[in-house]
């Protein structure tokens, strides 16, 4: 199956490292013998109608800043095609912006800044990476396809597991196999054979992060 | 006299740490002085006739220094200067330990210092500097700073607080934006010319704004020439020419800031010719362009400490890479960052180590670059990868981060790099 990515203001919104977490779909389902389509929306374009998932990443007070009004219109639309069943997901400031658009249901609250590893729990699974945040948002929550993260960068690189019921959820919803909610459907993503190496070499490097963010998350 | 007992209790916990931890190198000296002294380091800092020279910016820091320090010394200076791994506020401490009288009296005309971009502003909140060069505003140190705009805010109030020079990086619009933001003050000007930013991939890898360009000042010491052989410079109105060890734009680009700022300390008695002739002759700093001998073999140290190096490094490594280890070590606080850097011309790797060596790991792995072994222990790493064959190039590679540096060289046998001199 071919699911289509479209990243907001990709160039705008990499600060640390976000984007990587589209690269890491991108991958996991080629993996698993999909196809996937990852493709920018700049300043000025629209997204797709056709769209699957749509990702807003992390940036700087200047990378908002200039990009505030092309903002407003693209959330909007995101919102229509969130209810129309598009896959959103958004990490760090993005996330925040996304909740001051109400995609999320909180309100924000400033509060002391924290800088450190952090583990949560998210619908069964155990999720780990880094928080950078000076909000009270949720470090993470799920509704339906809507995911929202506080735990910057690569947090699909790291937590596979997650991100992989979170990709079988979108492709099985595209498939109209299963309602949301079920468990996730293990025969969307099984390794395609000839590229299970891959998958392998990456679930025994995350035992090793995982291990090594648990310590300092401790600290 | 009052400093007197300070400084001896400040070198009896040196002579303690240097017993417990031979060859290695420790904060505590500095840190006890800086608690129980804390008003020396202004008062040793203000004994210098000539004052104090501040270097600061988010990267290129310690090249910079080394160059500019080595031009005022070729000009018959007596420099006081700080270890590159020592430039925050402790470390200012543990140099005066080392470096001065028991008065806490320091020899030299003048301190030409490192100074890390978030304590430059503290530090100089207590001591005016003479002269400040601020390099560039880069997306790092994150988990420290949270936004490049408060990196800027930083390098703003140590800007204002130069009393005769201000020299300024005129191809970082962040450092534009800082001159902006100042009435009067007596700025000058170094740089690289357009075409050579602009024939680089990922060009200076300063922190964009996202604003509308301000144009670019009237540069006096401007790079107009590069190659691997040959970097000339343009100083006002003369040419210099000189060779560097690195290949990168952003080493020529260090150079120029430090021929500016030799030439705005020095005045009337600042001679192009002698300072790249200077430049010419200045060793590498380790790990910055080094080609050293390890088991017979020549190795190529190269020193990634944040997004722009990973990057300007990896843009500029030759292709014909044998053998090359990667150790990223505990310096690399929030490795998100590894995520940033186009790794499409890393070449395969034979051995990942390091503190964070499964965060590289994993950032090679989803780009499928081959690993021929992941080995944490540091140690262990550096005797497997020095005992590989001899590599039929003739040279090996070892990529690192700045502690995973530190360890190697105290490993290898090199020099303690607190002990590094200028």
New interface residues.
Partial sequence: MKLKIASLFPE?L???????NM??AV?RLEWFGHEASLYAVSKGESIPPDTDLIFLGHG????W??LEEHLHLLLAHTKQLIAGGTAFMAVASGYERAIQFGIFPQNLKRVE?V?KFHIEESHGLEVLG?L?AATDAPVIQKNALVLGTQL???FF??NPEYADMYLSKILSTKLNLASLGEAPTESLMTPTTGLKH?VD??AD??K??R??EKDLASE | MFYVPAILIGRMVRIAVRLVRPGGGSALPGLVLSKIAPGLLVKTMASFPDGLVVVTGSAGKSTTTKMLVAIARAHGKNVFTNPSTANIAQGFYSSIIERSNIFGKIQGDVAILEMDEGHAAEITKKISPRQVTLLNVL?DQ???F????VVREKLLMVAAKAKSALVLNADDQNILLIDKEMDSKPVSWFGVKSSLISNTEHGLGN?????AELSRPLVQTEVIEQSPKKTTVRVLDEDVSFALPNRGIHFALDAAAAIESARRYLGENFIPELAARTLEELPPVFARGEITTVNGVDVEFILVQNPMSFQLNLDNLPPDQEQVMVAIGRDVH???????VDMKNMPAIDIVTG?????M???L??D?IPVGE?V?ELEDALAKFFGLPAPKSGRRTVIFSADAMRRTRRALGFVDPEAVER
Avoid: C, M
């Fill in positions: 705008h990499d600060l640390n490292g976000d984007q990587g690269k890491v991958k700087s007070l200047a990378a800043a200039d800044r800088s880094y950078n910057h960068g690569p690189a790291k891959n070499r990456v490097i995350v090793a992060v291990d090594l | 997306e994150l988990d420290r949270v936004d490049p705009a922190a964009p704004t996202y604003l929030d490795p998100s960052w590894l995520w940033t503190f964070n060596y499964a965060e790991a994993l950032r792995a989803y499928e992941v944490p």
